[in-house]
């Protein structure tokens, strides 16, 4: 099997097993959750300040599963054993960062379904809401594997992540509070993919550089 | 106990004028050694000497000051060799299974799982999640790393510490099997590991 598919399993196993989904899943339900009733029933306040709030509340999440990304692999010296892999560090990251969406994102894009419902999005909008979050998930991770590689080495640099990658996840945020609103939805499903895409092949890159740097 | 079959180039260490600083302070200057296939180097000195650093640098994760280090020919010998640090590289969720399975993709391994767990006296332990290993186990699993995919360079960093009398005749065997396959180790220690090193450096001195 490849290095790429070793690391993915592994990592997935990892997240899986050690209940990493419950805590940015329960943080991201709780707090959409929340809105409605501190905002009120009405319909119009909800439809138009709850999918800026769904994409904070799913940004902070993902932000929560981050420092121990790698911080963990540079404590137990799996990360040398990275730097000695066949395969570039770049690909192993990606796993990394792939295993997390699978584990992570996906869950959080899927519970933006009850969160819409519960800031009273039109019900045929809720796929749509589904599918940015996912995009979305994949940006956040992306310009977070930067974050988490660069403060590996850093105890508790949880909010050194948060001032490394928050400025990044703006785009995201914008274009997919523009999706859940139902503003220019294609455009911004455009836009939002690119985010993406971008996020998921230079993350992994500059990752790599930040990892190799906390080797020494 | 090491690779089944001999190298069939003959690997080669060169460093040359090696000089490492760590915290603004340098450790050692000027260092050179040559290593030819089928020899041990073991190396000694103080703690906080450089040792460890001196390991890391030929496995390529810490930057020399000065000086060239070469195997085969190549600067960047990554590919070429097994590194064994203080940490064992070990997730404690994960079973000994799982971690050789791991290991065994992302070195490129062509053995079967459960034949360096033999080898390291850990048969029968293949399900045991790691968090459940004692710390010699933990260090023998880690060891099996060096089963897993055959390479041609070990740098092995106090490679029986936490290990019983057993452990440790287990080491100085695998580092003899693996000179006599045409392989290079280089080995810090504090105390000798059994096979007679072909060279001693004492680092720091």
């Keep these: ?216 | 106990m090491s690779a089944a079959r001999p190298f069939q180039d003959k690997p080669a260490l060169r460093v040359d004028g090696l000089s490492i600083a760590r915290g603004g302070r340098v450790l050692f200057k000027d260092m050179s050694f040559e290593a030819s296939a089928g020899e041990y180097v073991e190396l000694r000195g103080a703690n906080g000497a450089g040792k460890t650093s001196l390991l890391r640098a030929l496995a390529g994760f810490l930057k020399p000051r000065a000086g060239r280090i070469e195997f085969d020919g190549e600067e960047e010998p990554g590919l070429a060799l097994h590194f064994i640090g203080h940490t064992n590289g070990l997730k404690p969720n994960l079973s000994a299974r799982a971690h050789i399975m791991y290991w065994a993709g992302l070195f490129g391994a062509p053995h079967g799982w459960d034949i360096p767990l033999q080898s390291v006296g850990l048969a029968g332990m293949s399900e045991r999640l790691t968090r459940t290993l004692s710390q010699g186990q933990a260090r023998r699993l880690a060891l099996t790393r060096l089963l897993v995919a055959p390479r041609k360079l070990w740098l092995l960093d106090e490679p029986a510490a936490a290990l019983d009398d057993a452990g440790r005749a287990m080491v100085g065997e695998l580092v003899a099997a693996h000179c006599k396959h045409g392989g290079i180790v280089v080995a810090a220690v504090h105390e000798p590991l059994g096979p007679t090193p072909s060279h001693v450096l004492t680092v720091g001195s």
């Design chain 1, 1 to 216: 099997m490849s290095a790429f598919l070793v690391t993915f399993r592994r990592d997935l196993a990892l997240m899986w097993g050690g209940g990493g989904v419950l805590a940015p899943l329960g943080f991201f339900l709780g707090a959409t959750m929340l809105v409605p009733l501190a905002m009120g029933p009405e319909r119009a306040l909800l439809q138009s300040a709850g999918p800026p709030l769904v994409w904070i509340a799913a940004a902070l999440a993902v932000l929560a599963t981050l420092e121990r990304l790698f911080q963990a692999d540079l404590e137990d010296g799996s990360l040398e054993q990275m730097l000695l892999s066949r395969a570039p560090l770049e690909v192993l990251v990606l796993a990394k960062g792939l295993a997390l969406w699978c584990v992570v994102g996906l869950p959080l894009a899927l519970a933006g379904a009850p969160a819409a419902i519960a800031l009273q999005a039109p019900v045929e909008r809720i796929g749509v809401i589904v599918v940015s979050l996912w995009l979305g998930m994949a940006a956040f991770i992306g310009v977070g594997l930067v974050g988490a590689a660069v403060t590996a080495g850093v105890k508790r640099g949880g909010v050194l992540i948060a001032l490394i990658v928050l400025p990044f996840f703006a785009p995201p945020i914008i274009f997919g509070s523009a999706v859940a609103a139902g503003e220019q939805v294609g455009p911004a499903l455009a836009i939002l993919t690119g985010c993406a895409l971008a996020a998921l092949a230079l993350g992994p890159i500059a990752a790599a550089a930040a990892l190799r740097l906390q080797a020494e």
